[in-house]
């Protein structure tokens, strides 16, 4: 298991650290320290009655227990804004320069400092005369470490590990880049006090609300947003495309109403099919039915189909063949069952095929060969079905003439007896005629 790495404190004084819920101990080994007896640190505990200090010598270690009020704060747990770390960091550069004791001496790091409700600075371990170290003061390295300190509290980005060693050759902030470069505990103070008012101005341009109104606020403005949203994206839907649509579907009407089917298309083209509301299928599949290359008399004949009441996938047919779809308008003269405009969309789709040149040679041949294959089925088929319906009126015609030719028979019948009687009376008065003249 990987040995855990050691504080600025515990390298510093050559110590261990215990932390055990509110209580935190300093361990040093006897042999270690200069220390004869407790007695000579005995009066250690009264120096901040706040904080109840236990002073054991045990087992060749001295351990000094500190047993710190649940409302202090540890040096790297402040949870406070901008400008009261600022507040913090001054407080504690005035503590530092408020120590006159010349047989106690200060470490300044974040293991060694807890902080009170009013966030003043509280020293935990001092360094005592031929007792404790540090032995002896030292003014720079003393002031060295409380930069580090009010940076570290300034802003806590970087550990003050970071702060004490690698100040020089790392990226700071400008405040702490303006505190690690000072050389005196008066320009230091002068940064604070400066970054002080900087932060206050700052602060006074925005307003303070309570946590809980805050929340309330958020919370509120969460459920409006979420309310607006359907609506700001259902306006910006209508904008863009709703609108512009609608137009070009009115223009479309006022165009076809005039005749101008080649307008009618055009307004058009840019929506699917089912965008568009069924009238305008209809007269944008007769626009199209118009300019599509035709006789006249198969124009009237197809419009003579198309009507308001037609199923409205005749439209989508013939307005899948003006757009160059002949695949998709093939597909559904397959569904419509509707021989002649199935072959119309295979002869449309053998030109498309013909005129594609994504597909190689090999493939539009071989589709080319498939779709003639089927014109030829339907024309066979198409040919064997008017040879049937000729057939059909040739025999109805024939039945309808063989009733009359039976009657004219059966006139002729009833007529054949009379004509007889005639002939037989105009015989016998031609008869009498000649006995006349012989009498005379």
Same mark, same amino acid.
């Not at 504690?92 to 006159?100: A, F, G, K, Y």
């Not at 550990?159 to 880049?177: A, G, H, Q």
């Not at 259902?234 to 579907?249: A, D, G, L, M, V």
């Not at 197809?302 to 989508?316: A, F, G, H, K, W």
């Given at each position: 298991?990987?040995?855990?790495?050691?504080?600025?404190?515990?390298?510093?004084?050559?110590?261990?650290?215990?932390?055990?819920?509110?209580?935190?101990?300093?361990?040093?080994?006897?042999?270690?320290?200069?220390?004869?007896?407790?007695?000579?640190?005995?009066?250690?505990?009264?120096?901040?009655?706040?904080?109840?200090?236990?002073?054991?010598?045990?087992?060749?270690?001295?351990?000094?227990?500190?047993?710190?009020?649940?409302?202090?704060?540890?040096?790297?747990?402040?949870?406070?804004?901008?400008?009261?770390?600022?507040?913090?960091?001054?407080?504690?550069?005035?503590?530092?320069?408020?120590?006159?004791?010349?047989?106690?001496?200060?470490?300044?790091?974040?293991?060694? #400092? %807890?902080?009170? +409700?009013?966030?003043?600075?509280?020293?935990?371990?001092?360094? @005592?005369?031929?007792? !404790?170290? =540090? &032995? *002896?003061?030292?003014?720079?390295?003393?002031?060295?470490?409380?930069?580090?300190?009010?940076?570290?509290?300034?802003?806590?980005?970087?550990?003050?590990?970071?702060?004490?060693?690698?100040?020089?050759?790392?990226?700071?902030?400008?405040?702490?880049?303006?505190?690690?470069?000072?050389?005196?505990?008066?320009?230091?103070?002068?940064?604070?006090?400066?970054?002080?008012?900087?932060?206050?101005?700052?602060?006074?341009?925005?307003?303070?609300?309570?946590?809980?109104?805050?929340?309330?606020?958020?919370?509120?403005?969460?459920?409006?947003?979420?309310?607006?949203?359907?609506?700001?994206?259902?306006?910006?839907?209508?904008?863009?495309?709703?609108?512009?649509?609608?137009?070009? #579907? %009115?223009?479309? +009407?006022?165009?076809?109403?005039?005749?101008?089917?080649?307008? @009618?298309?055009?307004? !058009?083209? =840019? &929506? *699917?099919?089912?965008?568009?509301?069924?009238?305008?299928?209809?007269?944008?599949?007769?626009?199209?039915?118009?300019?599509?290359?035709?006789?006249?008399?198969?124009?009237?004949?197809?419009?003579?189909?198309?009507?308001?009441?037609?199923?409205?996938?005749?439209?989508?047919?013939?307005?899948?063949?003006?757009?160059?779809?002949?695949?998709?308008?093939?597909?559904?003269?397959?569904?419509?069952?509707?021989?002649?405009?199935?072959?119309?969309?295979?002869?449309?789709?053998?030109?498309?095929?013909?005129?594609?040149?994504?597909?190689?040679?090999?493939?539009r041949q071989q589709k080319l060969n498939d779709i003639e294959s089927e014109i030829n089925?339907?024309?066979?088929?198409?040919?064997?079905?008017?040879?049937?319906?000729?057939?059909?009126?040739?025999?109805?015609?024939e039945a309808e003439a063989a009733p009359q030719e039976?009657?004219?028979?059966?006139?002729?019948?009833?007529?054949?007896?009379?004509?007889?009687?005639?002939?037989?009376?105009?015989?016998?008065?031609?008869?009498?005629?000649?006995?006349?003249?012989?009498?005379?």
């Amino acid at each position: 298991m990987a040995e855990t790495k050691r504080t600025y404190l515990e390298e510093k004084l050559d110590i261990v650290v215990n932390r055990t819920d509110d209580v935190i101990t300093f361990v040093f080994q006897n042999e270690k320290i200069k220390l004869d007896h407790v007695r000579e640190i005995m009066f250690l505990k009264d120096l901040d009655p706040t904080i109840q200090k236990e002073i054991r010598m045990e087992n060749d270690e001295l351990s000094i227990s500190h047993t710190i009020p649940a409302s202090y704060i540890a040096s790297d747990k402040l949870n406070i804004g901008e400008k009261e770390r600022l507040i913090t960091a001054l407080q504690l550069v005035h503590r530092v320069q408020q120590h006159r004791l010349s047989r106690i001496h200060l470490v300044v790091s974040p293991g060694n #400092i %807890v902080f009170d +409700q009013g966030l003043s600075p509280h020293f935990l371990h001092y360094g @005592v005369k031929e007792s !404790l170290p =540090p &032995y *002896e003061k030292d003014g720079d390295t003393l002031f060295k470490e409380t930069k580090a300190m009010a940076a570290f509290i300034s802003d806590p980005k970087l550990s003050f590990d970071d702060y004490i060693k690698f100040s020089e050759t790392i990226k700071l902030s400008e405040v702490t880049r303006a505190i690690m470069e000072t050389a005196t505990f008066e320009e230091l103070e002068d940064v604070l006090n400066k970054s002080i008012l900087d932060a206050k101005e700052v602060a006074a341009s925005y307003m303070s609300i309570s946590k809980k109104k805050w929340k309330t606020n958020r919370y509120i403005l969460l459920g409006v947003s979420i309310l607006l949203v359907p609506a700001i994206i259902y306006s910006i839907y209508s904008f863009f495309f709703i609108n512009p649509k609608q137009e070009s #579907i %009115v223009s479309a +009407q006022e165009n076809f109403l005039l005749n101008k089917y080649s307008d @009618v298309v055009t307004e !058009l083209e =840019p &929506y *699917e099919i089912d965008d568009i509301p069924k009238v305008a299928q209809y007269q944008l599949a007769l626009s199209y039915i118009v300019n599509e290359s035709l006789s006249e008399d198969q124009k009237e004949n197809v419009r003579n189909t198309i009507s308001l009441q037609s199923d409205p996938m005749y439209y989508e047919y013939w307005i899948n063949i003006g757009r160059g779809k002949a695949k998709e308008a093939l597909d559904t003269a397959r569904f419509l069952e509707d021989r002649d405009l199935i072959l119309f969309g295979l002869l449309k789709y053998r030109e498309q095929v013909k005129s594609d040149s994504e597909l190689d040679s090999e493939e539009r041949q071989q589709k080319l060969n498939d779709i003639e294959s089927e014109i030829n089925e339907y024309e066979e088929e198409m040919k064997k079905l008017e040879e049937e319906k000729a057939a059909e009126e040739e025999q109805a015609k024939e039945a309808e003439a063989a009733p009359q030719e039976e009657q004219d028979a059966g006139q002729q019948e009833k007529e054949a007896p009379k004509a007889d009687d005639q002939k037989k009376e105009d015989q016998k008065k031609d008869q009498q005629k000649k006995d006349d003249k012989k009498t005379d």
